[in-house]
């Protein structure tokens, strides 16, 4: 049986102290949560990922981040490694994410390069995929996340995906208050595990697949709910303890 998992994307959000709040606030409230039951990551910005791992160590909550680059050392002024963030106790890196893919340009090749780096480092890649409102408008979303999702078996191969994570994160529901129903998100979640049973049954049924776009406690329980729906990558909601900590709890199996 898949374990759920929830992960929080800070974004380009935060400070020391309310960082410090928000992860004081997190381990009060999930106090009482064990990993058996839910598994749970923040990824902050990366200037943050030191210290935040060292405020987490030895709780049940894992530390992610963000980006990475696909390169492991060299003259590439401003980036962050898989060496890198696996010195600082990451366990999670967020790859492939629609703003990365549309802000910064990046390709399934890209992508699948950053996905090759962060396994290297024994790291666990969480892979983003999702459609634009014209791409779901035009009846095109299920060919659109199969082919980001080839694009990296056809580099990493299918034993690779095994260990990583994907998220399924329609890009017109992030940030605008918009949610995919939960019967829109378990239909892309379901193809989603088709693509992958025609590579590998095992793998298609043991992978984690995650929500992501809008994801609030009040409908997070339903959303997981559905049979393919193992989690969430909150945006938003993760900045407040509370709200956060209601999504874990809602998505305890």
Same mark, same amino acid.
């Given at each position: =049986?898949?374990?759920?998992?929830?992960?929080?994307?800070? !974004?380009?959000?935060?400070?020391?102290? #309310?960082?410090?709040?928000?992860?004081?606030?997190?381990?009060?409230?999930?106090?009482?949560?064990?990993?058996?039951?839910?598994? @749970?990551?923040?990824?902050?910005?990366?200037?943050?990922?030191?210290?935040?791992? !060292?405020?987490?160590?030895?709780? =049940?909550?894992?530390?992610?981040? /963000?980006?990475?680059?696909?390169?492991?050392?060299?003259?590439?002024?401003?980036?962050?490694?898989?060496?890198? $963030?696996?010195?600082?106790?990451?366990?999670?890196?967020?790859?492939?994410?629609?703003?990365?893919?549309?802000?910064?340009?990046?390709?399934?090749?890209?992508?699948?390069? !950053?996905?090759?780096?962060?396994?290297? /480092?024994?790291?666990?890649?969480?892979?983003?995929?999702?459609? #634009?409102?014209?791409?779901?408008?035009?009846?095109?979303?299920?060919?659109? @996340?199969?082919?980001?999702?080839?694009?990296?078996?056809?580099?990493?191969?299918?034993?690779? @995906?095994?260990?990583?994570?994907?998220a399924y994160e329609p890009i017109w529901a992030i940030g605008?208050?918009?949610?995919?129903?939960?019967? /829109?998100?378990?239909?892309?979640?379901?193809?989603?595990?088709?693509v992958l049973a025609a590579e590998s049954q095992a793998v298609?049924?043991?992978?984690?697949?995650?929500?992501?776009?809008?994801? !609030?406690?009040?409908?997070?329980?339903?959303?997981?709910?559905?049979?393919?729906?193992?989690?969430? $990558?909150?945006?938003?909601?993760?900045?407040?303890?509370?709200?956060?900590?209601?999504?874990?709890?809602?998505?305890?199996?």
């Amino acid at each position: =049986m898949r374990r759920n998992l929830v992960v929080g994307n800070w !974004k380009m959000h935060g400070s020391t102290a #309310s960082i410090d709040q928000l992860l004081s606030g997190l381990q009060q409230q999930l106090s009482a949560v064990s990993s058996e039951q839910v598994g @749970i990551a923040v990824c902050p910005p990366s200037v943050y990922i030191s210290s935040v791992s !060292k405020q987490l160590a030895g709780s =049940m909550i894992a530390c992610g981040a /963000q980006n990475v680059s696909d390169q492991q050392e060299g003259a590439y002024t401003g980036e962050v490694s898989a060496t890198m $963030l696996a010195e600082l106790d990451c366990q999670y890196v967020i790859v492939g994410h629609s703003e990365r893919r549309t802000l910064f340009s990046e390709s399934d090749a890209d992508i699948a390069a !950053k996905f090759i780096a962060v396994q290297s /480092q024994g790291l666990t890649p969480i892979l983003c995929v999702g459609e #634009s409102l014209a791409q779901r408008e035009a009846g095109d979303t299920l060919p659109w @996340i199969e082919q980001q999702i080839k694009a990296v078996i056809a580099v990493a191969g299918i034993e690779a @995906i095994a260990a990583s994570v994907i998220a399924y994160e329609p890009i017109w529901a992030i940030g605008t208050g918009k949610t995919a129903s939960p019967e /829109q998100a378990q239909e892309v979640h379901a193809h989603i595990r088709q693509v992958l049973a025609a590579e590998s049954q095992a793998v298609a049924e043991g992978l984690q697949l995650l929500y992501g776009g809008s994801v !609030k406690a009040d409908n997070a329980a339903e959303l997981f709910g559905k049979q393919d729906i193992d989690g969430a $990558l909150v945006g938003g909601a993760s900045l407040k303890a509370e709200d956060f900590a209601a999504i874990c709890v809602a998505a305890i199996s």
